[in-house]
């Protein structure tokens, strides 16, 4: 079984490859693409003793900051960035396919809106809700502790979703439901609760975003077979790549990050069958 992991931007890499070529997508992206542009709109009025302008006839102009809009455009940019990549990301899933779509509370509003759009709203399956108790607690308002994960399937009438195959979970009340049901355990629902990846445990690889083996292994489980390609085009630390080798599906990796190359190197040590393509030159 071979795997890819690819070191470069992900949008010329996920335009080269094939229509339908890809069983499940898992993405991450980062909020901050770095392509921040801080537009100011300014007005200019008449002043003749502290212009900055010399206008029509001479005449002497101030100008004067309207509004900041940088946070708006930064908004826009991230936007601007998503939406080639997902049109990709939706040729290139099998007519079986299916996304997860990872992001957090204060942008996946507008994600979601950009999503229906390229999916179709009827596509659109859950919004699974990961939720986790970790780090400190704002007194001003409720503190946010959870992730937002969009779930789309490409034909939302015929895509793999292995029931049978999803880990069960205790029930909160066992003593409520019956000792065979209690053993059995019940399917989790669209809320997922599940620790952040533990500070000091041997899952951690150093890589700030990573996120726990535990949410992509219940995702890689339901939604592909064991020999399907399942691809994720902001890896990171590779944690898709790590469910996959344990679930017996191939995987095809791509980060722009040589730090990301490099974790994904070493927590890959000892698996021989990975192609690494435009590796970072070595320092
Ligand atoms: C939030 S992290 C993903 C973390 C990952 N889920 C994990 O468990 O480690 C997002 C990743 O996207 C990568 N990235 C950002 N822009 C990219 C681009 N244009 N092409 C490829 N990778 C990109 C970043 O380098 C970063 O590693």
Not at 75 to 81: E, I, S, V
Not at 159 to 178: C, S
Not at 203 to 229: C, H, N
Not at 236 to 249: F, I, V
């Amino acid at each position: 079984m071979t795997h890819t992991i690819y070191f470069g931007d992900n949008l010329p890499i996920l335009q080269s490859l094939p229509d339908e070529s890809v069983d499940l997508i898992y993405i991450d992206p980062p909020f901050n693409t770095g392509k921040t542009q801080g537009r100011t709109q300014i007005q200019t009025v008449r002043d003749e003793t502290n212009g900055d302008r010399v206008g029509f006839g001479g005449r002497s102009y101030r100008t004067v900051e309207l509004a900041n809009r940088a946070y708006r455009d930064r908004f826009d940019d991230f936007l601007g960035f998503l939406e080639p990549r997902l049109i990709e990301a939706r040729r290139l899933l099998a007519p079986h396919g299916s996304l997860y779509f990872h992001i957090d509370y204060r942008e996946v509003h507008y994600c979601k809106i950009l999503l229906d759009e390229i999916f179709g709203r009827d596509a659109f399956l859950n919004e699974i809700i990961w939720a986790y108790d970790y780090g400190g607690r704002t007194k001003k308002k409720w503190p946010p502790k959870h992730d937002n994960i969009l779930y789309y399937a490409k034909d939302p009438e015929n895509y793999t979703f292995n029931v049978d195959e999803i880990e069960r979970i205790p029930y909160m009340a066992p003593g409520l439901v019956g000792e065979e049901k209690a053993a059995r355990g019940k399917l989790p629902t669209d809320t997922w609760w599940h620790t952040i990846v533990p500070t000091n445990g041997k899952e951690k690889t150093g890589y700030p975003t990573q996120k726990p083996l535990g949410i992509l292994r219940r995702i890689v489980q339901a939604s592909s077979r064991p020999g399907d390609l399942v691809m994720d085009f902001f890896a990171g630390s590779g944690t898709l790549g790590a469910a996959c080798l344990e679930l017996n599906r191939r995987f095809l990796l791509i980060d722009n990050n040589p730090q990301a190359i490099q974790v994904m190197r070493q927590r890959f040590t000892g698996v021989s069958d990975i192609n690494w393509i435009g590796l970072p030159a070595e320092d």
